[in-house]
């Protein structure tokens, strides 16, 4: 699992597939077919792993894919980019134009993976000599893969091209009218979105007793039955199918193969790789040149990070206080000392101004002071280091995925802390969901809530029994954005929530603190656009609609 960079470098030598930038992946005419390439069982294999090569993505080459996809989070209410020239910036702003950066790599990337499989699936007869079972796993693998591509396109762009087999540039080609506009091809029609996801379910059925349920050696970290599950589930969450739903995350749960890490401030370290929460992760190896540069991206200017990402005064305003009220209700919360007394996993999600740091204290107020205690320098505004560009615009950074192992130690550009697309608090948050929103609550509701709150090194109180179906779905959302804060979640959810065209638009700010005045300053960066009929989805790329004719969403 750890060789898909060679992999990907030796398909691309032999030209089972090209790389230019439409999503077609379109072959050469004088490329080794297929059907010519797959003649062992190695060749199958080779072929799976360059899938697995895409399952991250970026829009600059074949490392840090994990790290462009924590991105994700800046084009949300969770958190901002700062940097103007950086990818995603105007599609959090609502400026972005077709010719977008950041959504045309997801889409090209996605594209890839998918043709890539298709090519599996046509060529994979050619293997003459090959254990069945182990042929088998090796599809189901791809068309989880493939699956999980398809869905990424679906809520992010809504209805797309639907290829089930590699394509050829002549199906492409569309006709052009006489008043010049273009009618796309076949290939670049767009296929309702649900029922390409009702198709991704029928075929998740159909593989997952082709998958194992755990892997040992140097196979672990490949698709497992679990995946598959975990996949559906999410499909049928985003379709509204609330008893389907429940019930595939309910079969995953009954596999008796996953359950929460202890710990929430190791799980996603190094310490925490590989552990049994995780259903599915973006694997890299570090210092091999393949690898991750989480901290460098997104880390505090303290220690050369470029505030990529700044969590935003409305997510750490999300987190209950330790008696499990919220800032609102508890009488806990102290205005004067408002990070006193908080979830457990704001403190490991967020670094906040008196939070320890580097054998000191993290600060990004001006003339603050903490007794007894140093301040790192590099992250106040006003405190005359350098790196003003990288300095954090809300007063806030990220500590989730700052492994000081990296900070410490690791090539800037090149971490081996893996990305986590799939995690068992997930299935066990979605269950909770599909139910609530099917008004099914029982005892198992509240047990799965509960059981993400009481993960032994975050112990938020049970919520109480008896509460409506409007009370407990207010709780599951909360639970789900602090619990995935930072992990990529909360655009689907604000999405399938409806609730972009409410939280999105708008100044966006962090913290508030007091200048030598005794004013009030509020840190905020820029103003936020949001146009129901618009930013919804985002734009086919304008590369893939000047080649194939292809309808754009609408308002772009």
Request: proline share 4%.
């Given at each position: 699992m750890k060789q898909y960079k060679y992999i990907f470098t030796l398909l691309t030598l032999i030209s089972i597939v090209s790389c230019d930038d439409s999503f077609l992946e379109k072959s050469p005419s004088d490329a080794i077919s297929t059907t010519t390439f797959f003649t062992q069982e190695k060749d199958l294999v080779f072929a799976v792993n360059a899938v697995y090569n895409v399952?991250?993505?970026?829009?600059?080459?074949?490392?840090?894919?994990?790290?462009?996809?924590?991105?994700?989070?800046?084009?949300?209410?969770?958190?901002?980019d700062h940097h103007s020239w950086d990818p995603a910036y105007r599609l959090a702003d609502g400026t972005a134009g077709a010719n977008e950066s950041y959504s045309t790599a997801r889409w090209r990337e996605r594209y890839k993976g998918i043709q890539r499989v298709n090519r599996i699936l046509e060529g994979v007869d050619g293997i003459a000599e090959i254990d069945p079972d182990y042929k088998n796993r090796l599809l189901a693998e791809a068309k989880v893969l493939?699956?999980?591509?398809?869905?990424?396109?679906?809520?992010?762009?809504?209805?797309?091209?639907?290829l089930t087999a590699s394509i050829s540039p002549e199906e492409l080609t569309p006709t052009i009218n006489e008043d010049g506009s273009l009618t796309p091809a076949a290939?670049?029609?767009?296929?309702?979105?649900?029922?390409?996801?009702?198709a991704l379910v029928?075929?998740?059925?159909?593989?997952?007793?082709?998958?194992?349920?755990?892997?040992?050696?140097s196979d672990k970290g490949r698709v497992t039955r679990g995946t598959a599950l975990f996949l559906k589930a999410k499909i049928l969450l985003m379709q509204e199918k609330w008893t389907e739903s429940a019930a595939a995350s309910k079969e995953l749960m009954d596999l008796g193969v996953y359950s929460l890490y202890p710990s929430y401030k190791d799980l996603f370290t190094y310490a925490g790789i590989g552990n049994n929460e995780v259903i599915l992760d973006v694997q890299v190896k570090q210092d091999v040149d393949e690898g991750e540069f989480y901290w460098l991206n997104f880390g505090p200017n303290s220690v050369g990070g470029w505030s990529v990402s700044c969590p935003l005064q409305t997510l750490v305003d999300t987190y209950e206080l330790t008696d499990g009220m919220t800032i609102e209700d508890s009488p806990l919360y102290d205005p004067a000392n408002p990070y006193d007394n908080r979830d457990p996993r704001f403190g490991y999600s967020i670094l906040y101004p008196g939070?320890?740091?580097?054998?000191?204290?993290?600060?990004?107020?001006?003339?603050?002071?903490?007794?007894?205690?140093?301040?790192?320098?590099?992250?106040?505004?006003?405190?005359?280091?350098?790196?003003?560009?990288?300095?954090?615009a809300t007063g806030y950074n990220w500590l989730k995925y700052m492994s000081q192992e990296d900070i410490d130690e690791s090539n800037v550009w090149d971490g081996g802390v893996h990305y986590v697309l799939m995690r068992y608090a997930d299935a066990l948050l979605m269950y909770a969901e599909a139910k609530i929103e099917a008004?099914?609550?029982?005892?198992?509701?509240?047990?799965?809530?509960?059981?993400?709150?009481q993960r032994p090194d975050v112990m938020m109180p049970e919520i109480p029994a008896g509460l409506t179906q409007s009370e407990l779905r207010e709780i599951v959302r909360r639970e789900r954005r602090v619990e995935f804060a930072f992990?990529?979640?909360?655009?689907?959810?604000?999405?399938?929530?409806?609730?972009?065209?409410?939280?999105m638009p708008g100044v966006p700010k962090g913290l508030t603190y007091k200048d030598a005045n005794g004013n009030d300053v509020t840190l905020s960066w820029g103003e936020r656009i949001f146009d129901p009929a618009k930013h919804g989805l985002w734009p086919i790329p304008q590369s893939e609609i000047d080649v194939t004719g292809m309808e754009q969403n609408p308002g772009w």
């Open positions: 399952l991250g993505f970026n829009d600059w080459g074949e490392f840090g894919r994990g790290t462009d996809m924590l991105r994700l989070d800046i084009v949300t209410d969770d958190a901002i493939r699956a999980y591509f398809y869905f990424d396109l679906t809520y992010l762009f809504g209805d797309v091209p639907f290939g670049a029609t767009r296929t309702d979105k649900n029922v390409i996801l009702d029928d075929e998740l059925d159909a593989v997952k007793m082709d998958l194992p349920l755990t892997y040992g050696g939070a320890d740091w580097q054998g000191g204290v993290y600060n990004t107020i001006p003339g603050a002071t903490y007794p007894g205690r140093t301040i790192i320098p590099g992250d106040d505004l006003t405190d005359g280091t350098g790196g003003q560009w990288n300095k954090t008004n099914a609550i029982d005892a198992s509701v509240y047990d799965a809530i509960n059981q993400v709150r992990e990529g979640q909360r655009l689907f959810d604000i999405r399938r929530w409806d609730i972009a065209k409410d939280v």
